[in-house]
């Protein structure tokens, strides 16, 4: 009973101990997996994650139609080798100028270089220029090996307190004991399981941010040709401008006149000060002299 009972408390400590780990991704990591199978053995070799971003400049309003391409290029690749994660499509107003768009793909990373020439290809197609190509690489080996490592762990675990159970041996309580870290144990080894799923992917498959920005600001990035290409626009909405301020003072004219006119004749008949007037001058005798 001692050796049954000691190999059921290492492996609650076991249990124990592995329950304040997470193998879960990091908050905002993308842990959704895309046909890409777990690793029946450990990896050899360096794990680089791979991420492409690629900028595109239209001046004429063909970013839709160069998106919807390329998008459809993925999709004729399938899921395994092309996933699109995201997209967005502005449509630009009659006083927008510049819009900015953008996809996010999953590509298959070893086609990751041939699949971003076809994109390439589209965009230069549709009247775009490239302003930007990064690439940035990950090492992600120390994670892959941990992952891996951390699955073997919990499976043996899972596997000594499963053995514990069958057998049937112990009291009541030792044996509910054993099912809680069982129950626990599993719990665990499913999350290290998708964390080396979502690292596999990361390997597998590279991130591909196309970024689209269309601008077509009159007269491009000069001052003063843009200054010439608006100054209709400019003069139209001065004229505009100068319209809306008159008709709005009219009522105030119109009204205003008369009784500024009547206040002087008051002012007069009174013999009333004006503060338009000159000081040092009698209106009444202004009026005799005349």
Known sequence: MRWWTGTLGIALLLAGCGSASNF???????????????????ASGPQIAYSYTIGYAFDRPTVATVQGQQLALCRRLGTGRCLIVSSTLNTPGPDDHVVHDEAVLLIDARQAEATTRQFDAIAEAGGARRLRREVTAEDVTRQVIDAEAAVRAKQ?????????????????GELVAAERAYAA??????????NRAAL???VAMSRLTINYAFNATPGGSSPVAASIATAGDTLSRSLAALVTFVVAALPWVVVGLPMLWGLRRVARRR??????????VDPTIAERGA
């Open 200 to 202: 596999a992917q990361r």
């Open 24 to 42: 879960a991704s990091k908050p905002g990591d993308d842990v959704t997996l895309y046909d890409v199978e777990e690793p029946a053995a450990p």
């Open 271 to 280: 013999g009333w000060r004006l503060p338009w007037r000159r000081r040092g």
């Open 185 to 194: 144990t599993n719990e665990e080894l499913e999350a290290a399981k998708a």
């Open 156 to 172: 043996a675990l899972s596997e000594r307190l499963l053995t514990i159970i069958r057998s049937g041996k112990g009291n009541v």
